[in-house]
């Protein structure tokens, strides 16, 4: 709500706020869409197109327009089949990042890249939510910063699929362990991941005090924190998971959203296909046979 409310009071009710619903012509849309176009890229512009769309097409559910003035408008690209997917970090890189990140929220850093939590349920994340024998993590609440306040739900995630419950490997545990008797957070409701005066971590502070820094030293460019969510999917394919799985621990509600936004896969699982399939042609002779079938035409 927060995301649509700042699109329409940038975009559209500067130029059309003070007119009657019945005064708005397509051709007044279409003068802010070509102009949005010239700043904007083209899925930013269609997004935000669809926040005036929503509001006008409600208008006329309620009677209040007998035609939405949203047709016909130019400029407004249909999403494509596929979407462009984002680079994951390798193992090593991740290693370097959480290097240089202060040893207080260096767990942060593997929690997202191994376990592919987003920064809201990584912020969330409590000390009940962490099963240390049985080496579970329950991924149920949330914290969010929207117009500078701290949104806490402890009981609300994106969507259905988003409530999760998964394996988590012992390297993890043993560093979340660490951590908390660290930090003597005990209490089963406080935060894993705390600011330096106690409360939520606030991404907007997280991101340029601490992160952004980590990144550069580690001379990793274009790196966001959501960068390690992407890096889960190719580390669980560089070890042959299955996609289904790969979808559940990430929490979509899509197998597509799996493969077409986070389908990266590290170079090295390119090497280890060709590795594989060299040792599959080597297995069955095929090297032999080719060698003997040179041989044939030579004769």
Request: with cysteine; glycine share 8%; net charge positive.
């Amino acid at each position: 709500m927060a995301r649509d409310k700042a699109v329409l009071d940038k975009y559209f009710l500067p130029r059309l706020g003070d007119m009657p619903l019945n005064d708005i012509m397509p051709a007044d849309i279409q003068r802010i869409v070509t102009a949005m176009g010239r700043k904007l890229q083209p899925a930013t512009v269609r997004t935000n197109y669809g926040v005036l769309k929503a509001v006008l097409s409600a208008a006329v559910q309620e009677d209040r327009l007998v035609r939405s003035p949203c047709r016909g408008i130019r400029g407004i690209k249909s999403p494509s089949t596929t979407r462009r997917q984002r680079r994951g970090l390798t193992a090593e890189e991740i290693n370097t990042l959480a290097a240089r990140v202060p040893i207080v929220f260096r767990p942060m850093i593997y929690v997202a890249a191994y376990l592919g939590l987003r920064w809201s349920e990584v912020a969330g994340l409590r000390v009940e939510n962490i099963d240390f024998f049985g080496h579970r993590l329950t991924v149920s609440g949330t914290v969010a910063e929207v117009e500078g306040k701290l949104i806490e739900a402890e009981s609300d995630v994106k969507t259905d699929s988003s409530k999760r419950m998964f394996k988590v490997p012992s390297f993890l545990i043993e560093m979340l362990a660490r951590h908390l008797a660290r930090l003597e957070r005990k209490d089963p409701g406080e935060y894993v991941f705390q600011a330096p005066l106690g409360g939520p971590v606030r991404y907007t502070n997280f991101r340029q005090r601490v992160f952004n820094p980590a990144r550069k030293a580690a001379g990793l460019t274009g790196v966001t924190f959501h960068s390690l969510r992407h890096s889960t999917g190719g580390l669980l394919r560089q070890l042959g998971v299955h996609t289904q799985v790969i979808q559940q621990r990430l929490g979509h509600s899509s197998s597509r959203t799996t493969t077409d936004i986070y389908g990266w896969v590290p170079d090295e699982t390119d090497e280890h296909a060709a590795k594989a399939l060299d040792e599959l042609f080597r297995s069955s002779r095929g090297l032999d046979a080719a060698c003997e079938a040179v041989g044939d035409e030579t004769a």
